[in-house]
């Protein structure tokens, strides 16, 4: 079994409207130092290992989990830890 | 001519597009539910607004993946008319069907309000009922209709006129104000606000209703000439 962990991003240069609200409220929390504040999502895909598999998940990031006008993606295959 | 409504589970605008296709523009129209459909006897396809499947992952997305899409695109190609509002408009943006992306709108907030639109083009098959430059009211109801492309692919929709309608006040930060636009062929139209709410006086605005005349009016005309 492997785990696979996908980072969604907003692309540099797509307004983060999100990322912007979080940043004035760390300001007014305090922490004045917060330049830059962006939104991204996780997704955690648990599925059998296969020789394709970073091909697969290439497509899947292209096809349904990143939305390539606005987001960047990046995933990192690793062993799925027994429970 | 007889309009397939397509339902999700999550859309709510679907009554309302019904409303305005059967009711008051007295064209035939099914709700059609997007399982095991068959689109094959319908002469154009209306995407409601709502919140299909949950806006999970992003407006769109998941519906957008669904089986009654693939005809939706069959019918795209054979130059049918598609028109998706709101929840439809971003469910063709991730469909591939119309270029562009939705963001989050600029002031995070959830907008439902009517808002004044320019007809930026009145030569597509659902605005002919259109002066061009015309101001019209339709409704508005999105939190996530700030809508975004790339310079290449704004240049390409000014330089084939695919820019339909544009807000007078931008309310959600979209590029170049955009309000609506249509694919190349022009056949696709995709908008945040809702002229199927705005199809009657009552409800504050009838401007939307000749736009559903337009698509009737055009698919006639081109009914008689090809056959």
């Not at chain 1, 955690?44 to 091909?55: K, P, R, V, Y």
């Not at chain 2, 469910?91 to 320019?118: D, S, T």
């Amino acid at each position: 079994m492997k785990k696979v962990t996908v980072h969604v991003t907003l692309k540099q240069g797509v307004l983060d409207p999100q990322g912007k609200a979080i940043q004035t409220s760390l300001h007014s929390l305090g922490f004045p130092e917060v330049e830059e504040a962006r939104v991204g999502k996780y997704i955690e895909l648990h599925m059998e290992d296969d020789a394709d598999i970073e091909a697969r998940v290439k497509a899947m990031c292209d096809k349904l989990l990143a939305n390539p006008v606005i987001e960047d993606y990046r995933f990192n295959v690793e062993e799925a830890v027994q429970s | 001519m007889k309009f397939a409504v397509i339902v999700f589970p999550g859309s709510n605008c679907d009554r309302d597009m019904y409303h305005a296709a059967k009711d008051v523009l007295k064209a035939d129209a099914d709700l059609v539910w997007y399982e095991n459909s068959n689109l094959e006897n319908y002469d154009g396809v209306l995407l409601p607004g709502g919140f299909s499947y949950g806006d999970y992952l992003r407006s769109g997305a998941v519906a957008s993946t669904s089986n009654v899409m693939q005809q939706i695109k069959a019918h795209a190609e054979k130059g049918k008319p598609i028109l998706g509002v709101c929840n439809g408009f971003q469910i063709l943006l991730e469909a591939g069907l119309l270029p562009g992306a939705m963001l989050r709108n600029k002031n995070l907030a959830f907008m439902c309000h009517q808002e004044p639109l320019v007809v930026a083009n009145n030569q597509t098959q659902f605005t002919t009922g259109y002066e061009k430059g015309e101001i019209v009211r339709f409704p508005i109801a999105h939190g996530e209709g700030n809508y975004f492309c790339d310079e290449q692919t704004l240049a390409d929709l000014k330089a084939n006129d695919q820019i339909v309608f544009t807000y007078e006040n931008n309310p959600n930060g979209s590029v170049a104000d955009i309000a609506g636009i249509t694919n190349k062929q022009s056949n696709v139209l995709g908008m945040m606000p809702h002229p199927e709410r705005a199809v009657e006086e009552l409800l504050g605005s009838d401007d939307g209703l000749r736009l559903f005349q337009s698509v009737v009016k055009n698919w006639r005309e081109s009914y008689a000439v090809n056959r």
